[in-house]
């Protein structure tokens, strides 16, 4: 949830809140859709981190340098880093990767559309 508040309230200000639930929705459907294709038949998942990972995916694209600080390390790191370093932490054992992943590529896709189209609030 600190995740949702801190990129999320960024990207409203930057895409306007109409085009953030766009990219939320869209994000969290990807997610589930690559969860349920690439997850075994007994897997469940449930939450809402493929949305979640859509908008740092999408501004991992927009604003790759944006410097964020993330446990542990006491120095800012370019937010793309961030991101990436989440992706590899969601291969760990009982999180469903696909749909972190299916977010991520939602958020990216969503990224180069806003940045080429430079549709800003």
Do not use: C, D, T
């Not at 690439?38 to 998942?45: C, E, L, T």
């Not at 859509?54 to 937010?79: C, E, N, R």
């Amino acid at each position: 949830m600190i995740s949702l508040y801190f990129l999320g309230s960024f990207l409203v200000r930057v895409i306007g809140e109409k085009n953030f639930l766009r990219i939320y929705f869209i994000g969290g459907i990807a997610g589930n859709i690559l969860f349920i294709l690439m997850a075994n038949a007994f897997s469940v998942g449930i939450g809402a981190s493929g949305a979640i990972a859509a908008l740092g995916g999408m501004l991992a694209i927009m604003a790759p340098k944006l410097p964020v600080f993330i446990f542990p390390f006491p120095f800012p790191l370019p937010l793309w880093i961030a991101i990436v370093i989440f992706l590899f932490l969601s291969f760990s054992p009982g999180i469903a990767w696909q749909a972190h992943f299916g977010g991520i590529l939602a958020g990216i896709a969503a990224g180069y559309y806003f940045r080429r189209k430079r549709v800003l609030r």
